[in-house]
Antibody, heavy 120, light 107 residues
Framework: EVQLEAAGGGLVHPGGSLRLSCLASGFNFGGYEMNWFRQAPGKGLEWLSYISSSGGIIKYADSVRGRFTISRDDAKNSLYLQMSSLSAEDTAVYYC?????????????WGKGTTVIVSS | DIQLTQSPSSLSASVGDRVTITCRASQGISSHLAWYQQKPGKAPNVLIYGASTLESGVPSRFSGSGSGTEFTLTISSLQPEDFATYYCLQLNNYPRTFGQGTKVEIK
């Protein structure tokens, strides 16, 4: 079964840092592009970051550029999101998401999400 | 950035009703649009990609159409399990952007 399991969320103080991880299983992780998304409480979905299958192409949303870093370790079937300078606006459920190309790109597999709460 | 405007933002419908949700893009995105269903406390699930291609395993009562700047998600006969929030997502450009969501509620 294709699965993505995000972990590493928790309570962090404003200005603090956190590293999220996402363990992939059931598919050839190294062959897929990956993304992070988030959803603040009661709000819509927001795309945060993209990493190519090779790791050579990385994209960020303006809201996190310079504060968040995406990375991957194909040997460990894992995706990461290093987050720093966190503020209350970063409080959200964070999703690790697989991107698939079949004539068109789309996000086909979403992990369950891990919750980040930024509060003093 | 490409803005996606969904309408309506919410709707009330009955089981068996035909439901249509519209997503308008601020600039042309060809057919690089996907539709997602999200239930409370759950991750989104893809319904449609490439504007009109039904994802494997998704019931055929869901359909998508459109290209360029105007897109539609249609549920031909609403079922109890379809009460959820629906989002469109554009994958033509970075940053990827979503519509604000359409909440489908029981009438």
């Amino acid at each position: 079964e294709v699965q993505l399991e995000a972990a590493g969320g928790g309570l962090v103080h404003p200005g603090g840092s956190l590293r999220l991880s996402c363990l992939a299983s059931g598919f050839n992780f190294g062959g897929y592009e990956m993304n992070w998304f988030r959803q603040a409480p009661g709000k819509g979905l927001e795309w945060l970051s993209y990493i190519s299958s090779s790791g050579g192409i990385i994209k960020y949303a303006d809201s996190v550029r310079g504060r968040f870093t995406i990375s991957r370790d194909d040997a460990k079937n894992s995706l990461y999101l290093q987050m720093s300078s966190l503020s209350a606006e970063d409080t959200a459920v964070y999703y690790c998401v697989r991107e698939r190309f079949y004539f068109y790109y789309y996000m086909d597999v979403w992990g369950k999400g891990t919750t980040v709460i930024v509060s003093s | 950035d490409i803005q996606l405007t969904q309408s309506p933002s919410s709707l009330s419908a009955s089981v068996g009703d035909r439901v249509t949700i519209t997503c308008r893009a601020s600039q042309g995105i060809s057919s690089h649009l996907a539709w997602y269903q999200q239930k409370p406390g759950k991750a989104p699930n893809v319904l449609i990609y490439g504007a009109s291609t039904l994802e494997s395993g998704v019931p055929s009562r869901f359909s998508g159409s459109g290209s360029g700047t105007e897109f539609t998600l249609t549920i031909s006969s609403l079922q109890p399990e379809d009460f959820a929030t629906y989002y469109c997502l554009q994958l033509n450009n970075y940053p990827r952007t979503f519509g604000q969501g359409t909440k489908v509620e029981i009438k």
